[in-house]
Structures are given as structure tokens and as C-alpha cells.
């Protein structure tokens, strides 16, 4: 019998879906991202270690894949993928889910080790503003793990490593798949 962080286990769509559950998989879950993420994911979560805090989780995906030893938070402006990645929780981790904007963090100065933060660059309106939250929350030294994709704002803003780069972080591993289009980036808050 599998258990429940089997992938035979794991149900690919939890009870509730629902059209803005769909909408939002589909440009971040189903098969088709298996091709194109390949095991980014993994690639993401699995670098995470002690408190970590994901940032915009949508409805779940990457909840399974974080190491069991991660104390984990994770936020979304939206209740309704929140409560999708409530019953994804329910078969796979621990995990206190908030409904705040990754614009206006609520959490101490500090707080975390890792922040991670996947496929989300592009629907924030103030990019800006969520990277200096996210410094602010990680204490020196802490990681951001980034997955990002190409888009429009790429050309106008810069790449991903570059705004990480601006928002004061020190990118220093960097992964490209399908020519760029997808990156995975490690980068560290200084001291
Ligand atoms: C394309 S989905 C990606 C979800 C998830 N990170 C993944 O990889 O499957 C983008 C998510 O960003 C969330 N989002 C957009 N703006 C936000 C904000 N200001 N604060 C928090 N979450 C936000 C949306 O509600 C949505 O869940």
C-alpha cells in the first residue's frame, strides 16, 4: 500500500477543484508542466531547511517535496487555493497556511530560513515590494529559492536573477531549463 507522499497515493486534483483551482494548476500543475518544469519542484523544495515560508502556494503543489524536517508556512492572497492546499496538507505535511498579501508579510523581521516562492513573479503587481518583504523576513544568511518563468516583463524588468540581484540578495546558483525560459535560481540575504 503506498503512502500518502507516493505519488500513486497523491491525488493529482484534491476533492474541491474548481474553475480558478483548474486555471491556476493548469499554468502550474498538470501534466504538461512535467515536461516543461522537469523536477523543479523538487529541484526548489528540497533545498529548503529549518523555518521556512512559502510565498504565494497556490493550492499545494509543492507541499509534498519539502524535506519532513521544515517547519513550513505558506501564504496566498486567495482563500479559495488556500483551502485546496488545505486538503492537499491533509495527505502530505504540516504546514500553517495564512491568507496575506506577499506584498505586506506578517511576520517579524528575520523570521525565516528559507522563502520560497515558485511560478508567482509574474501575477505579483509590485515585484518590488514582495522581494523587500521577502529580504526583510529572512534572517542574514537565509536562502530564497526562486522558480521563475519567461515573460513580457523580462524584457522591461530585467531577468530573475537580475531583480534579485536589485532587491539585495546575492544570487549564487542559477539553473536554466528550455533555453531560459524556466530559471531556478539560490540566492542569499547578506549578513
Ligand atoms: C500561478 S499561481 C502559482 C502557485 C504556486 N506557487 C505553484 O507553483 O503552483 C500564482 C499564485 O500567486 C498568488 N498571488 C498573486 N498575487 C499575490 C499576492 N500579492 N500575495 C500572495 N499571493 C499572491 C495567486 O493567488 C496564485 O495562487
Redesign the pocket.
Known amino acids: 500500500m503506498p503512502g500518502p507522499r507516493s505519488g500513486r497515493h497523491w491525488p493529482g486534483r484534491p476533492r474541491s477543484a474548481t474553475g480558478k483551482h483548474r486555471r ?2 493548469v ?3 498538470l501534466p504538461p508542466e512535467r515536461l516543461i518544469l522537469r523536477n523543479s ?1 523538487q529541484w526548489i523544495c528540497s533545498r529548503a531547511t529549518g523555518r521556512a515560508l ?9 507541499l509534498r517535496h519539502y524535506p519532513d524536517d521544515v517547519a513550513l508556512t505558506a ?4 482563500q479559495e ?1 488556500l483551502s485546496i492546499a488545505r486538503e492537499r496538507a491533509e495527505v502530505s505535511r504540516q504546514v500553517s497556511l495564512v491568507r ?4 505586506h508579510l506578517p511576520f517579524p523581521t528575520g523570521s525565516f530560513d528559507t522563502v520560497v ?4 513573479m ?4 509590485d515585484r518590488g515590494a ?1 522581494l523587500a518583504e521577502m529580504n526583510r523576513v529572512l534572517r542574514p544568511q537565509g536562502r530564497l529559492l526562486l ?1 521563475d518563468h519567461a515573460q513580457w516583463r523580462w524584457i522591461l524588468h530585467g531577468r530573475p536573477a537580475t531583480l534579485l540581484f536589485d532587491a539585495g540578495f546575492v544570487p549564487y546558483r542559477q539553473e536554466r531549463l528550455w533555453f531560459g525560459l524556466i530559471q531556478r535560481l539560490e540566492a542569499r540575504r547578506p549578513t
Do not use: M
Not at 510565498?55 to 503543489?61: D, H, K, Q, S
Not at 516562492?117 to 508567482?120: Q, R
Open positions: 491556476c494548476d499554468r502550474a500543475g519542484r512559502e510565498v504565494a502556494v497556490g493550492t499545494g503543489l509543492n501564504l496566498d492572497l486567495d487555493l496575506a498579501d506577499a506584498a516562492c515558485t511560478l508567482a509574474c501575477e505579483f503587481r514582495v522558480l
